[in-house]
């Protein structure tokens, strides 16, 4: 089993930097393949990004391509997501999820374990 806590959430005026961290419990956490996800108010879960056990796959959404980097440190069992020239459309909680094995989804369903979320805030 892993537990996941996100944090590094915050108040970020557009154009701004904000670097999230998924901290995993559990000695198994390089098994499992780690994925970002952010659900606004009204909205639906969406994948942000993925990474797989080794670190050397990742995945992005079209709308993050280019400003979100996600990695991770299986020493530190952490996952970081950063987060470049924020837009008020990236207002959101975002939630780290673990999905078992090396292969990714962008389907939430697939996640096996969540944590509670981080809030990110965008000023305009």
């Known amino acids: 089993q892993v537990q996941l806590v996100e944090s590094g959430g915050g108040l970020v005026q557009a154009g701004g930097s904000l670097r999230l961290s998924c901290a995993a419990s559990?000695?198994?956490?390089?098994?499992?393949?780690i994925g970002w996800f952010r659900q606004a108010p009204g909205k639906e879960r969406e994948f942000v990004s993925a990474v797989t056990w080794s670190g050397r796959n990742t995945y992005y959404a079209d709308s993050v391509k280019g400003r979100f980097t996600i990695s991770r440190d299986n020493a530190k069992n952490t996952v970081y997501l950063q987060i470049n020239n924020l837009k008020p459309e990236d207002a959101a909680v975002y939630y780290c999820?673990?999905?078992?094995?090396?292969?990714?989804?962008?389907?939430?369903?697939?996640?096996?374990?969540w944590g509670q979320g981080t809030q990110v805030t965008v000023s305009s």
């Open positions: 999820a673990a999905q078992f094995g090396s292969t990714w989804s962008d389907n939430s369903r697939r996640y096996d374990y």
């Open positions: 559990g000695r198994t956490f390089s098994s499992y393949t």
